[in-house]
């Protein structure tokens, strides 16, 4: 039988893990032009979008729990001038994930409600909450690509 914190961690890798697949799903497709183009006279592009919740998986679990080197640059996020290479961007998407997931199936059950603090987050009081604020992140930014995916795509069916 296994134990709520096992229970808990398995349910949050495995969300982190299918929003990530399904990024790829509606990002991999795109041109390198329409990865960086934004239809509209408002928003982002999908390559901002990715940038962003790059940035801020490595920053709130990566530099705040794992206890990587990562330094984050948010407004750089929305406003990268140069057309990184998609691969290149998905490839760092991807590496924050794996950062998640390897961080989420540490966490002990003392581990879970350890305080946590973080820049520009000041509602997760601990690490349970930090990491459905992310996973609740990611699922809003992911809808926001799927739309402009199709968008782009041409297809809005």
Same mark, same amino acid.
């Given at each position: 039988m296994?134990t ?8 949050? /890798? ?6 990530a697949?399904? +990024?790829h799903?509606?990002?991999?497709p &795109?041109?390198?032009?329409q990865?960086w183009?934004n239809?509209?006279?408002?928003? %982002? #592009?999908v390559?901002? *979008?990715? +940038?962003?919740?790059?940035? %801020? +998986? ?7 729990i794992?206890?990587? #080197?990562?330094? $984050? @640059?948010?407004?750089?996020e929305?406003?990268e001038? $140069? !057309? *990184?290479? !998609?691969?290149e961007?998905?490839?760092k998407?991807?590496? /924050?994930?794996?950062t998640?997931?390897? #961080?989420i ?9 350890a305080?946590?603090t973080?820049e ?5 009081? @601990?690490?349970? !909450?930090l990491? &459905? ?14 739309? &402009?995916?199709?968008? +782009?795509?041409?297809s *809005?069916?």
């Amino acid at each position: 039988m296994s134990t709520l914190s096992e229970s808990l961690g398995a349910a949050l /890798a495995s969300e982190y893990r299918h929003r990530a697949a399904e +990024l790829h799903k509606w990002v991999d497709p &795109l041109s390198e032009e329409q990865f960086w183009r934004n239809p509209f006279s408002h928003g %982002n #592009s999908v390559g901002h *979008l990715v +940038l962003h919740l790059t940035g %801020n +998986l490595s920053y709130y679990v990566g530099a705040r729990i794992a206890g990587t #080197s990562y330094v $984050r @640059n948010r407004d750089l996020e929305f406003s990268e001038p $140069r !057309k *990184l290479p !998609k691969g290149e961007v998905l490839q760092k998407f991807d590496q /924050a994930i794996a950062t998640v997931v390897v #961080s989420i199936e540490q966490q002990t059950e003392a581990d879970w409600t350890a305080p946590y603090t973080a820049e520009r987050e000041p509602d997760s009081k @601990n690490r349970v !909450k930090l990491y &459905l604020r992310c996973a609740s992140h990611l699922y809003h930014h992911v809808g926001q690509i799927i739309y &402009l995916s199709r968008e +782009l795509r041409g297809s *809005l069916e």
